[in-house]
């Protein structure tokens, strides 16, 4: 003989939730009820095959990182949402002039600005949800032949795993008038954007550094590309990077050579 | 937002994005789709935080599960009516068996794969509350809050999830 209605009741029992006088209850019915106790008896076997089979899945550090990028991004909304005080203005003064200072390399005319925001505003976009890769993958050889027919260059595209800085994906983005390519890497929780586009004058630069809305941006220029690097990591681990980025065009034009 | 008020959140909200994450897994069944899910669910989260009074990290807990688990509704509703993936990322969870009894390994390697299958095969309304009490470890209540429902449809849901479990374990007449 079967008890349905005790069914219910089993499964509140093995998880604790039934009420001490109701508990006492169904321990006396499983002792004079044979098939209500094998019943007891599976489903305490099912419990703990589904806690040795199922797996909890720890969040990956991309989406730890893009979740704090969006509390980051809603931090600084709020300064920029609210009525502007004296204190307030006072800060945004001293800030303008700490911003300032940090910029004293060549990035100062109008031109370079542009870039220079254009590159922090596809780099904070990148951090919202999806928008992060095009071509999802850590495989140069996969992430490389995306971009065949998307631009008029096929970008060098490294994997830098072995460095700490694992290739994350590719996707397109549109800076200084034209498609670029963009590189998406990261490291622990932090993700990093390489931007690209083929030099136009073949004029080399050596990689400067900004820091905007509390973001660093690396520029550098190669004979073949510009170069511009986006991320909230510390920057002497961006610096890293960017030393193994032009160690890898280096290398590259070594062999061509 | 007060910058108070992010560290607020930062610091009972962000410990539980594995929660979160777990129970997106299992309501979209991907890797992809759970990372989105989670990530509008804590932009969302961020947007209302200002309304959520609790003061505990428990309370945080299944304040940001219910909007996960909202989320994770909505979003299938509005991309993937119906196609149901499968997909499970068996390298990574595979973890290994005692292989000291190569029988025994077998057996659940068997019982594993019987569950996932069962597990995938859930309903959501039942794969939700496996997830939030077997792995998460929550109350009836708790749940009940998470899912809006009553307790007692709490303690009929899982009891009903719990047969289709054990029926696929059982479909396999040496595990029964």
Known sequence: MTHPGFEAQIDAYLDGELAPPDAVELEEHLRACPDCSRLERRRRAV???????????????????????????????????????????????????????????????AAGEAITNQVLASHVRSLMPGHLTDVLSSDQHTVKPWFNGKLDFSPPVYDFAGGGFPLVGGRLEYVDGRPVAALAY???????????????????????????????????????YTYWVASDLGLP??????ALVRRGDSAAAATVR | MESSELERFEAVVLPHLDAAY??????????????DVVQDASLRALRYFAGFRGAGSGEGRGWFL?????TAYTWQQRHRADTLSTEFDEERHSETVADEHPEAALQAQSQRAALRRAIAELPPEFCEV?????????SYKEISDVAGVPVGTVMS????????LEDALCAEPEDC
């Open chain 2, 157 to 164: 849901r899982l009891s009903r999830a719990r047969r289709r």
């Open chain 1, 186 to 224: 990261s490291r622990r929780q932090h993700v990093i954007n390489v931007f690209l586009w083929p030099a136009d004058r073949g004029r080399t630069a050596g990689p400067r550094a900004a820091t905007l809305q509390g973001y660093h941006l690396l520029h550098w220029a190669t004979p073949a």
């Open chain 1, 237 to 242: 681990e961006l610096n890293d990077f960017a």
């Open chain 2, 130 to 138: 496996i997830v939030l009490r077997e792995l998460e470890g929550l």
């Open chain 2, 66 to 70: 219910a909007i996960v688990r909202n």
């Open chain 1, 47 to 109: 419990r703990v095959a589904v806690r040795e089979h199922l797996p909890r899945f720890p969040a990956p550090d991309m989406l730890r990182a893009r979740v704090r990028a969006q509390v980051q991004a809603e931090t600084r909304q709020t300064h920029r949402r609210r009525a502007p005080t004296w204190t307030a203005l006072a800060v945004a003064a001293s800030l303008a002039v700490v911003a300032f200072g940090s910029w004293q390399l060549a990035l100062r005319g």
């Open chain 2, 22 to 35: 777990t129970l997106a897994r299992y309501l979209t069944r991907n890797d992809h789709d759970a990372q």
